[in-house]
């Protein structure tokens, strides 16, 4: 709602810009027609003071330390509720009734199979192929199945972001069983929803397999934790798709690229190669951290911190309770080696002043590391595992964006060009050498390379 303006003075000129203020008091000033006013254009390159959206899905308070989906505290959701149910949440702006749960959920197991003609997609990529590039692709895929628009696919009464939601988690198990060789095993109905999920990754056809109670519920947990989290990279990208009109498998393909980024790179810290490299090396904390804390090296790790936290937030303090919790309920559980250097970790982080002056606590990814090696999965699966969560935030903003695009509208975000202008063509044989070294064919063998 628009309640006050600002005032911008260029060139001798006052532009009046309207100042909106959203449900969480903070004000926003609407700048759309400021080129078309002023001949300006706002330059904020990390977007970190543009908001690129009117959102009513979810509502992270940092001063508070509370995230919310539709106005619901995420913790109340993490006790009492379910993944599924914390889905139809954020798609729908409401929580289902029973009649409109047991709808819902059992749309999710009615299409949770894919064509039988995919399974030979997963014989084309090579072996070491990661279980998130696989999943990707296959999600692109799926277009080929359904090439209609989301309306014509409505009118046929085909929603496809159920038919996502309810495929995504038999796309991430194949794709790891892919990655492991072993045979492909298909949903079962009768199953719930994560329940289905971690027996596809784990049963095989040889012996029977039962879901541990205990890992489905610590899966629903964790799947809630990830489901939304206001516009991350990823989430922003979905968004950006949208507005074009894109067609959904492509848009939440891009959001699963996205996620490549800082997870997945080498020059990261991440959570199980930190433990693994102190227990290898037979390492205190203290010694692990060393070179950051004398300042040699700067620390880059997923595993602490967040941008829109000074403290821990709610997703992590959560989640460490998850964590607390399990292992005092399952003390086995407890005595691996890897989980005892984990609360080493945790307690010398939680108590140095060079975490706590920088806000460097364990975060989300940190303890979710840790429940999902409890669980079984393996780390190449984290991220696929956290995109089944994500997946139904991004389907939320997805619909929200496709309702408030304009038709025929689309983001266009701006440049300041800095560049060379104006150059003379100087035809080849003219132009001087560049200094460029590269050697693009090998003069010796001269051969194609193929990889």
């Known amino acids: 709602m628009v309640q006050d303006s600002a005032r911008l003075v260029f060139s001798g000129q006052e532009y009046i810009l309207p100042v909106f203020t959203g449900t969480d008091g903070k004000m926003g000033m609407d700048i759309q027609n400021l080129y078309k006013d002023a001949g300006l254009y706002s330059y904020d390159p990390l977007l970190n003071n543009t908001a690129v959206a009117k959102s009513s899905i979810t509502y992270i308070d940092s001063e508070n330390g509370k995230l919310y989906y539709r106005g619901y505290d995420i913790e109340d959701l993490v006790v009492q509720s379910n993944f599924v149910e914390a889905a139809y949440l954020l798609m729908n702006s409401k929580l289902p009734t029973q009649e409109e749960w047991e709808e819902y959920s059992g749309a999710l197991s009615n299409h949770s199979l894919i064509h039988e003609a995919m399974k030979n997609f997963f014989y084309g990529f090579a072996g070491n192929t990661h279980p998130l590039a696989t999943l990707a692709t296959m999600v692109t895929s799926l277009s080929n199945y359904y090439p209609n628009s989301y309306e014509e696919q409505i009118h046929n009464e085909v929603d496809i972001q159920i038919l996502l939601l309810a495929k995504i988690r038999t796309l991430a198990a194949w794709s790891y069983k892919k990655s492991i060789g072993q045979p492909v095993i298909y949903p079962l109905d009768h199953l719930s929803y994560c329940a289905n999920f971690l027996n596809m990754m784990f049963a095989v056809p040889s012996e029977p397999y039962v879901v541990p109670q205990e890992d489905e519920c610590l899966l629903n947990q964790l799947l809630i934790l990830y489901s939304d989290h206001e516009q991350n990279i990823a989430t922003t990208t979905v968004r950006l798709l949208s507005s074009s009109g894109a067609n959904l498998f492509v848009c939440i393909s891009a959001g699963i690229c996205a996620l490549w980024g800082a997870r997945e790179t080498s020059g990261e810290i991440h959570t199980m190669a930190m433990l693994e490299t102190i227990l290898s090396k037979k390492m205190k904390p203290s010694d692990f951290f060393a070179p950051f804390l004398e300042g040699k090296e700067t620390l880059y790790s997923p595993a602490f911190g967040h941008k829109k936290y000074t403290w821990m937030g709610p997703r992590a303090r959560i989640a460490q309770k ?26 010398f982080v939680l108590n140095h002043s060079f975490f706590t002056e920088n806000h460097l606590f364990p975060n989300l990814d940190f303890y979710s590391a840790l429940l999902f090696n409890i669980i079984g999965i393996p780390e190449s699966m984290f991220n696929v595992v ?5 997946l139904s935030g991004w389907l939320a903003h997805w619909e929200e964006q496709n309702q408030s695009t304009p038709p025929h509208r689309h983001m266009r975000p701006q440049q300041v060009y800095l560049g060379t202008s104006k150059q003379k063509y100087i035809p080849i044989e003219s132009r001087k050498n560049g200094g460029n070294k590269f050697n693009y064919v090998n003069e010796k063998t001269r051969n194609h390379v193929y990889v």
């Open 322 to 347: 998850i964590f607390w919790d399990y292992v005092k309920k399952y003390p086995d559980k407890a005595k691996s080696p890897l989980i005892q250097k984990a609360f080493e970790i945790e307690d």
């Open 386 to 390: 956290r995109v089944i969560g994500k």
